[in-house]
């Protein structure tokens, strides 16, 4: 969950790896550092502890001049961060590696280098690659093949960037676990985390494969090698999604940008999925339709939000396509002894496609008896993608945000769309599959109406500023929105928030509620809401403060202490998208008042490429 950036060009590279780290900080960003050679094989390094800005500062002052080098934002696992753990970390004066993962074998590792003579200036796992390279180049006295001796050695995931001193004019990069994108230039060659670090540069990519060793040398030349040293080629790619997601344009954060972008995004996860008779089960790959009859049951299995999209897909899988399903996070599955009744087909979901949990299950449930895997992903070229059978791409373009939001909405579009494919080729409710095909062709219409309630929304938010905790409530399908709402709460305003389905109030969280506990609640006008309005009722009677969001149609009591905010119509499978909406609004204008750092919120990173 650390961002690298590497170049061998023409020109002075500092400001083409500073931007590339700028565009990275998503992933981490606790300290960053930059290595350029110089035209004489020297080797000069910048690092800071802090935000890219911090680094930024550093070179203001001192800059680096050369045409090679490698940059990293941290996000820290192994030592804290301060600027002796930031990377690149060096072996002397030659050898010089940023390095996003973790080396899990790295203290007997490292115990041997120190019986050997080296000593270490960090905390970190990185500093023993740094050493083991310099130590492989006094025998080989080549940089790709000390590389290669050296990961034959490593235990864990890495993604790598490798500069030496005697080797002015070359990157190696390296990948297993976490993922590198090669950026192809015109005359000159780049190395990224994600495409976004370098679309300044260029917009054409290789993305390397798990054990590729790529070597990045003079005049843009691109050598790649498989896990078995073999010269191999990969194809490059066209970056599709335009730079318009690395600038918030008029916006003041990312993620008000990308709440934004819903209805826009949402449009173009349907694109070519819908066709006059209903959901086009072809456009999930050759064989979906076959795999989707012999489908009995599904497992889901994600992190984070993408695990509350899956949440919510469990309630529509077994209502609309009548097929039991199960949802688990990827950290407790890949643990766990599965047992995998026959005709169970694998899901995963995530918005990077690279998140290390997710992917660990993807591969545990290869070696295992199901029918296939589909991943649910935002990102081309990911792991997920790559390694799964069947893909369906939602569209929310790069997602820079840490809180995930357009990401969860595409997501929620794209599993309703995999429900109704499965429903249609398991012939369930014909006409319930059709009225929900409307309602899909007008929801980014019904999306813009939700956003145009935005001043409404930021007018409840003064009540949350000075609270330390918030309780949500939803039921069925709208329980995992409310789980959603909390974590998008918690993890930008660092407020305490809690989700729960409303009919479980009763027994325990009610003794929290009082005038010190908003509580928030999704009603649409579905076959639960008279349940759930006398949930509410329970509240009020403790004196909390409610704040609801409620279809246009239902009829609430409007009384003291209880806001309501109506939002449009829409049919009941598709609320738990609508009603998304109006909590990351509420959340995101919650961390504005307090002043808490929105798109980058502490402790977190956007991707999470380690265990
Ligand atoms: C939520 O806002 C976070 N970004 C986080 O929970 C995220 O959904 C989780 O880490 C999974 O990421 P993925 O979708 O990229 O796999």
Redesign the pocket.
Known sequence: MCGIVGAVAQRNVQEILLEGLKRLEYRGYDSAGMAVLDGRSRLHRQRAAGKVAALADCLESVPLAGGTGIAHTRWATHGRPTERNAHPHQSGEDVAIVHNGIIENYESLKQELAEQGYTFASETDTEVVAHLVAREYESTQDLLTSLQHVLARLHGAYALGVVHASEPKVVIGARKGSPLVVGVGIEEAFLASDPLALLQVTDRFIYLREGDVVRLSEGGRIEIFDAQGQAVSRPVQTYEHGDGASSKGDYRHFMLKEIHEQPKVIEATLEGRIGDNGVLVKSFGIEAESLFSRAKQIHIV?????YHAGMVARYWLERYAGIPTQVEVASEYRYRRVVVPEGTLFVT???????AD?LAALRFAQERDYLGSLAICNVPGSSLVRESDLTLMTQAGPEIG???TK?FTTQLTALMLFTLALAKVRGQEPERQAQIVEGLRSLPERVKEVLRLDPQIEALSAAFAEKHHALFLGRGSHFPIALEGA??LK?ISYIHAEAYPAGELKHGPLALVDSEMPVISVAPNDELLDKLKSNLQEVRARGGELFVFADENVAIERAEGVHMLRLPHIDDALAPILYTLPLQLLSYHVAVLKGTDVDQPRNLA???TVE
């Open positions: 994600a992190c984070g939000t993408s979901l995530s918005q990077s496609g690279e998140t997710t840490v809180a995930s990401a974590l998008k993890e956007k991707s999470v």
